[in-house]
């Protein structure tokens, strides 16, 4: 900086900031299925663990009932087969003694913070599971039968829950152990065994090179084939699973930064838009002069509009709250319905004296559990759905009491125009919003009912809508209700003790 220069004063040198492209704050890093390797594939894995143990028992099941039946067989040979008495028994304690140790490992809670601990758990499930596996081989026939095709059980199991190469170590290691189990059967290191009545190949040293090289190679090429088609197929599969995945991340991305933004600029739209009712009312009320008639007209033109425009803001932030996961909803009390709907009647009467519209309230005393915040976003939109959607010099017949427990009943009934029955589906989406209903009120935001579908899934509410073109519609709902109803005595007003009108 030139000596002599105050850089509090405004004759120094211009500030200059440039910005290069590609600066300003780091990108979010993208989302991948690595992102997707954590907490969620532990989970996953352990629910794998899970099933695995179950499919387990089965087979104990299986075993212990090969062992029964070679107890209770009439004679030592049944449809062929020499049903052996005590290794099937041995198995099934075996394996029943592991999966009570497996099941013993798997946390109640499926919240891991690490993957490797299911995979290890999942690895010691598979290797000890080949070498039984091996011994039932071994018992039942390694040559004679077709039990060396048991392996593939374990082989697609892996594909399914491994990538390929770990799949195809499974492989492997289904074939060293088959392998071994021959060489010791062959050199009479563990005498063959079969269970076929007639003994078949079980003599191994007699059995030609050429024998050994078809039937070991036919044995591995259908593991080979198997394991080719299994693992592509569960690559594909979980390729397709992460890229759902990073796809509703994404779209769940992309929906909070649009409700973030809705949120900012509706609190922004919020202060001028009441700066300027309230302007507007001083200009209507007179106390900035008398304004001609034409200017009152313009003048109440934009007061309509900005009551519409407020009514949107309140409905746009409603939704924004309902669908924030960032916050907790507010905790369900017990409620005064009657005193509710009085309220929210009440609230609705301007507007509804303004189209000619009159209430018929029939209040029966109940109080029901529910958050206050949540019950006064329900009847606020379907008292003013009501009215806006009734004819000039209708009647709005509203009602609530106790119904089938455990619920209380809350009954909105208009006389208006009415909704067809195959657009009744569509009235609770986002700014959807009939031909008729714009016809007949422009004004309408379309999301009112929007609201009270978002509050009725978070709590629970059974909302039914009854409606025919012309005549009107009724919203029914059913609102669990305290244990201990209101008194009576609190709403006698002469004409029914149970009742009380508006």
């Known amino acids: 900086m030139p000596a002599g220069v105050d850089p509090a004063s405004g004759d120094g040198p211009p500030g200059v900031y440039r910005l290069s492209p590609g600066q300003g704050p780091a990108p979010e890093p993208p989302v991948t299925a690595v992102a997707l390797n954590g907490v969620g594939d532990a989970v996953l894995l352990w629910r794998h663990a899970a099933w695995f143990c179950r499919l387990r028992w089965r087979v104990v099941g299986l075993m212990a009932a090969a062992g029964l039946a070679a107890v209770l067989a009439p004679a030592p040979v049944l449809v062929g087969l020499r049903l052996p008495r005590l290794w099937p028994w041995v198995v099934a304690g075996i394996l029943a003694l592991l999966n009570l140790a497996y099941l013993r490992r798997i946390p109640r809670e499926d919240s891991p913070a690490d993957a490797v601990q299911p995979?290890?758990?999942?690895?010691?499930?598979?290797?000890?599971?080949?070498?039984?596996?091996?011994?039932?081989?071994?018992c039942l026939g390694s040559v004679e039968t077709?039990?060396?095709?048991?392996?593939?059980?374990?082989?697609?199991?892996?594909?399914?829950?491994?990538?390929?190469?770990?799949?195809?170590?499974?492989?492997?290691?289904?074939?060293?152990?088959?392998?071994s189990c021959l060489v010791l059967e062959t050199h009479d290191l563990l005498p063959p065994a079969t269970v076929l009545a007639y003994g078949?190949?079980?003599?191994?040293?007699?059995?030609?090179?050429?024998?050994?090289?078809?039937?070991?190679?036919?044995?591995?090429?259908?593991?080979?084939?198997?394991?080719?088609?299994?693992?592509?197929?569960?690559g594909r599969l979980r390729r397709r699973e992460e890229e759902l995945a990073v796809s509703n991340q994404r779209l769940q991305a992309s929906g909070e930064e649009r409700t973030r933004h809705m949120l900012q600029t509706t609190h922004q739209l919020k202060a001028p838009l009441a700066a300027i009712h309230a302007n507007v009312q001083l200009l209507l009320g007179g106390y900035c002069g008398r304004l001609p008639e034409p200017a009152l007209a313009v003048v109440g033109k934009v007061m309509e509009r900005c009551?519409?425009?407020?009514?949107?803001?309140?409905?746009?932030?409603?939704?924004?709250?309902?669908?924030?996961?960032?916050?907790?909803?507010?905790?369900?009390?017990?409620v005064d319905l009657v005193a509710a709907m009085q309220t929210a009647v009440a609230a609705v009467e301007p507007t509804a004296s303004r189209r000619g519209v009159r209430f018929v309230c029939e209040l029966h005393p109940v109080a029901v559990r529910l958050a206050e915040d949540h019950l006064r976003m329900l009847l606020d939109n379907l008292l003013s759905n009501a009215v806006n959607y009734s004819y000039a010099g209708g009647t709005v017949t509203v009602g609530c009491g106790p119904g089938p427990s455990p619920d209380a009943v809350v009954t909105v009934a208009d006389q208006g125009i009415g909704i067809p029955a195959d657009k009744l589906p569509k009235i609770f989406e986002?700014?959807?919003?009939?031909?008729?209903?714009?016809?007949?009120?422009?004004a309408s935001t379309g999301l009112g009912l929007a609201v009270v579908r978002d509050v009725v899934r978070l709590t629970g509410i059974t909302l039914e809508v009854e409606s025919r073109v012309g005549q009107g519609t009724c919203f029914r709902l059913a609102i669990p209700r305290c244990p201990d109803p209101v008194p009576t005595a609190a709403y006698n007003t002469g004409r029914n003790p149970a009742w009380h009108t508006c």
């Open 430 to 442: 986002d700014y959807y919003r009939t031909a008729e209903a714009t016809r007949h009120n422009k």
């Open 119 to 138: 995979r290890l758990h999942l690895w010691v499930q598979i290797g000890l599971d080949l070498l039984v596996l091996t011994g039932v081989v071994h």
């Open 146 to 179: 077709y039990a060396p095709l048991m392996y593939l059980f374990h082989i697609v199991l892996a594909c399914i829950f491994f990538p390929p190469l770990h799949s195809l170590g499974v492989t492997a290691a289904s074939a060293v152990l088959y392998l």
């Open 307 to 334: 009551v519409a425009l407020a009514h949107q803001i309140q409905e746009m932030l409603q939704l924004a709250n309902l669908r924030s996961e960032g916050q907790a909803p507010p905790a369900p009390a017990e």
């Open 200 to 234: 078949g190949l079980a003599q191994h040293a007699e059995l030609p090179a050429g024998f050994w090289g078809w039937r070991i190679g036919s044995i591995f090429g259908v593991w080979g084939i198997i394991w080719y088609l299994a693992s592509g197929l569960a």
